[in-house]
């Protein structure tokens, strides 16, 4: 009678001890690459499919870019410019958008604002500065914004990287 009774108290005193243990901790999360809408279309920018895109291609894609944009007017409008958004970047919605273009508050964006704001998009990619872009410049390594550690502030979609 005495076996029962103690394996009774040792099977309560065991499961009581596992019941105390913490759950493990959630594996770390592991670095999310990311990039921007504008960093795509200045990828898809390389004409030689080397992979890379240089000062020449990349001016040549966005003389297209904005021409296509234009549609023979010399300036964007505002739904041209939403039209751009949709079809160059993915979204009508998506980053760089009027307010990046217009820097003289007319509601139209001229060749001169469009090329002006590209090239500062240019050189804020180019990490290294050599006047190419390959696809590392393209991307961001690091936690999306909302994990800890993440980069606070940090706009999904953005224009790339602040230029120096």
């Given at each position: 009678m005495r076996y029962p009774i103690i394996l009774l108290l040792m099977l309560n005193?065991?499961?009581?001890?596992?019941?105390?243990?913490?759950?493990?901790?959630?594996p770390p999360t592991r670095p999310t690459i990311t990039t921007s809408p504008v960093a795509?279309?200045?990828?898809?920018l390389d004409?030689?499919?080397?992979?890379?895109?240089t000062q020449a291609e990349f001016?040549?894609?966005?003389?297209r870019s904005f021409d296509d944009a234009a549609k023979g007017k010399g300036e964007i409008s505002p739904i041209?410019?939403?039209?751009?958004?949709?079809?160059?970047?993915?979204?009508?919605?998506?980053?760089?958008?009027?307010?990046?273009f217009d820097t003289d508050?007319?509601?139209?964006?001229s060749r001169d604002e469009f090329t002006a704001r590209f090239a500062m998009i240019f050189a804020g990619f180019d990490k290294n500065q050599d006047g190419v872009?390959?696809?590392?410049?393209?991307?961001?390594?690091?936690?999306?914004?909302?994990?800890?550690?993440?980069?606070?502030?940090?706009?999904?979609g953005g224009n790339g990287p602040p230029p120096r």
């Open positions: 005193l065991a499961s009581a001890g596992l019941a105390k243990k913490p759950a493990p901790a959630p795509l279309m200045i990828a898809a004409s030689d499919g080397d992979l890379r895109v001016d040549a894609g966005v003389k041209d410019l939403d039209l751009w958004g949709a079809r160059w970047l993915g979204s009508s919605g998506a980053l760089p958008g009027l307010l990046d508050g007319d509601n139209r964006i872009l390959d696809r590392s410049e393209l991307i961001n390594i690091g936690r999306p914004p909302s994990e800890p550690g993440g980069r606070p502030g940090a706009r999904p």
